[in-house]
């Protein structure tokens, strides 16, 4: 497979300039390899294959649809430690993390969007309509580095399945396991223009994409700040926007709760892949009262998170992906520090000559409205934040421009409770598991939309509604 080429209208192709983006890994700091710079001539190329595949793709059976999409998932399963390895490398992904979150959740996500389009209902009959559901046209699928096959599968497969065709950017930082994808959809069989694949970079590639006459929606995953370009890009033509973007999330820690089950709980979210996780609880809130025993837990299992190299089974922990990730999270920590936070575990990293390592980090005695408790660090650094009353932590909560994720520890009937007043695309209650089906996006500044399951296909699907005189005026 190619990495030094695209892939549009079924083909390997070159691009049509020759300037390259070096791929790093993170951890040696070493380039695995180059992908092409795209531009706007071939998204150009990509779009217009992709414009030309809409027809017949769209009318083809959603039974075919789906048989070509089992067989590039057969592919990706027989591809799994490849994938495992690419996320290793160019994320910093520690083993046994990238086989689950990086190769074991896409794979399941792809089957789950399998599922749905088996059982969904295209058509729904009212009194006297016929309401149905479309496909849309070309989607532009723009996607981040921190789950880099996960963010793909959760737009190109629904949209694909719906019957659209396809133009995928992913992030310029960890490209390689969209092409993986490619193959997939190469060695399946997939109709020419069906997909697409330009990498690039999103103030090149993404915004041709967003403002391409040819294309229909833009689904893009990524920063608040990006997206918000984005949208604006696209709106100019009335594109279909959709959005998933940043998070600020609290963990609620009632009184009730059991603390050492919250810590674990909250540390997890926070620091597994290495706090680059959009979704991440990262403020800690705690009842002024138990400040004392709950930082004393913090520290207790922080302890026990094993930093290191990637490839090690025993590692959690890898580096940031990215030298401008390193710096960013750097500064946040220097900045919690003269905000006059509480550096209560870790320490402001000092250099990157062994890789992009930022260690575990915890500030205490936060105030919610630092620096570093309302903008988004991504690396793994926690904010406890005490409160006083119930209403004033549901209230620390919503002070935040995102609403992506959250969670409550404590008595099963006040923690649904709390949870009705928080504001927010998902809570977890007392370590409840996430279900596959289940919506993903975000209230205020977290985007527009929902991800995944049955409510995710339909973000890719129009509605038409159809009033039918013989039909309203049959005798049956
Ligand atoms: P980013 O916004 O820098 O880039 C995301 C993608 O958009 C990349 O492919 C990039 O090249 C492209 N892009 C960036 N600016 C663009 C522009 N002006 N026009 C067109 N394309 C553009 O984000 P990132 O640093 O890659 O990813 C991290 C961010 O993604 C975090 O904020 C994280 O919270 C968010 N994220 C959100 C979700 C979610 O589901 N809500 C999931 C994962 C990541």
């Not at 959709?242 to 009632?254: D, F, N, R, T």
């Not at 050492?260 to 997890?268: D, I, T, W």
């Not at 089906?437 to 939309?449: E, M, V």
Request: a negative charge; hydrophobic letters at 40%; glycine letters at 8%.
């Amino acid at each position: 497979m190619p990495f030094n080429q695209l892939y549009i209208n079924g083909n390997w192709t070159d691009s049509k300039q020759s300037d390259f983006i070096e791929v790093e890994n993170p951890t040696t700091l070493e380039i695995i390899e180059s992908v092409p710079r795209g531009n706007s001539l071939d998204v150009d190329a990509a779009v217009n294959a992709a414009f030309d595949a809409f027809e017949s793709w769209s009318e083809t059976p959603v039974s075919k649809r789906i048989e070509f999409v089992q067989r590039a998932l057969d592919y990706v399963k027989t591809h799994r430690d490849r994938i495992r390895e690419i996320e290793i490398a160019e994320l910093g992904a520690p083993h046994q993390w990238a086989e689950m979150a990086h190769v074991e959740t896409p794979i399941k996500r792809i089957e789950s969007f399998i599922e749905v389009a088996k059982n969904f209902s295209f058509e729904t009959h009212l009194p006297s309509a016929v309401v149905r559901r479309e496909a849309i046209g070309v989607i532009a699928c723009i996607t981040p580095w921190n789950y880099p096959l996960g963010q793909v599968v959760q737009k190109v497969i629904p949209a694909i399945l719906c019957g659209n065709t396809v133009v995928l950017k992913p992030s310029q930082i960890t490209p390689l396991s969209a092409y993986v994808l490619a193959e997939a959809f190469d060695v399946a069989g997939l109709p020419k223009g069906v997909f697409n694949l330009v990498t690039g970079k999103g103030a090149e590639v993404g915004n041709a994409l967003a403002t391409h006459p040819n294309v229909d929606m833009v689904s893009f995953t990524g920063s608040t700040e990006g997206g918000k370009e984005v949208g604006k890009l696209a709106l100019d033509s009335v594109k279909k926007i959709a959005l998933e973007l940043g998070g600020k999330s609290a963990c609620i820690v009632l009184e009730s709760a059991d603390y050492e089950q919250a810590v674990k709980g909250v540390l997890n979210s926070c620091f597994l892949n290495t706090g680059q996780t959009c979704s991440a609880w990262t403020r800690l809130l705690v009842p002024k009262k138990d400040l004392r025993t709950i930082e004393k837990l913090l520290v207790k299992t922080a302890q026990n998170f094993v930093v290191g190299d990637p490839k090690a089974l025993s590692t959690q922990v890898g580096p940031l992906a990215s030298l401008k990730q390193f710096e960013k999270v750097k500064s946040y920590i220097e900045k919690g520090i003269e905000e006059g936070a509480t550096l209560l575990f870790g320490e402001v990293p000092s250099d990157y000559t062994s890789g992009y390592f930022v260690s575990p980090t915890i500030f205490t005695n936060v105030n919610n409205h630092m620096t570093i408790a309302q903008e988004e660090i991504f690396g793994p650094v926690l904010c406890v934040v005490p409160y006083e009353t119930e209403a004033e932590a549901v209230s620390i909560a919503n002070d935040t421009m995102y609403g992506l994720s959250g969670a409550i520890y404590g008595e099963a009937s006040r923690s649904r409770e709390v949870a009705k007043k928080i504001k927010t695309g998902s809570l977890t209650l007392n370590d409840g598991v996430r279900d596959i089906l289940a919506p993903f996006g975000g209230y205020k500044q977290s985007g527009i939309g929902r991800e995944g399951g049955h409510f995710g296909f339909e973000e890719f699907l129009e509605v038409k509604a159809i009033f039918d005189y013989d039909k309203q005026n049959s005798p049956s």
